[in-house]
Nanobody, 128 residues
Framework: QVKLVESGGGLVQAGDSLRLSCAASGGTVDTNNMAWFRQAPGKERAFIAVIGWRSSTTDYADSVKGRFTIVRDGAKNTVYLQMNSLKPEDTAVYYC?????????????????????WGQGTQVTVSA
């Protein structure tokens, strides 16, 4: 059983930066694909970024490409989402997700159904 705990959210102004953390237990971030999603009020949960366990390959949603960076620290068993040049449209609850290799699912990594463990979420609010 993997447990994920996000932190680092808050209220910031447009143009500011934030770094979200996702601390994992019961599993390692080095051996699982890890991703960030976000959900704005009235909208579906949307893919933000992913980092692969095998090659550390990353991918991002077009809306955040060039502004957000996903990294992991195996020693701390933590995945981070560095968010720069924040915009009001980045306002959402941000969730960390873990895809274990043996979960038997075959959805695209940008599909939330591919992930079998989720954190509780952390709120990010960006004011204009």
């Amino acid at each position: 059983q993997v447990k994920l705990v996000e932190s680092g959210g808050g209220l910031v102004q447009a143009g500011d930066s934030l770094r979200l953390s996702c601390a994992a237990s019961g599993g390692t971030v080095d051996t699982n694909n890890m991703a960030w999603f976000r959900q704005a009020p009235g909208k579906e949960r949307a893919f933000i970024a992913v980092i692969g366990w095998r090659s550390s390959t990353t991918d991002y949603a077009d809306s955040v490409k060039g502004r957000f960076t996903i990294v992991r620290d195996g020693a701390k068993n933590t995945v981070y989402l560095q968010m720069n040049s924040l915009k009001p449209e980045d306002t959402a609850v941000y969730y960390c997700a873990c895809e274990t290799p043996s979960n038997g699912r075959y959805y695209h990594y940008s599909d939330s159904r591919q992930y079998d463990y989720w954190g509780q979420g952390t709120q990010v609010t960006v004011s204009a």
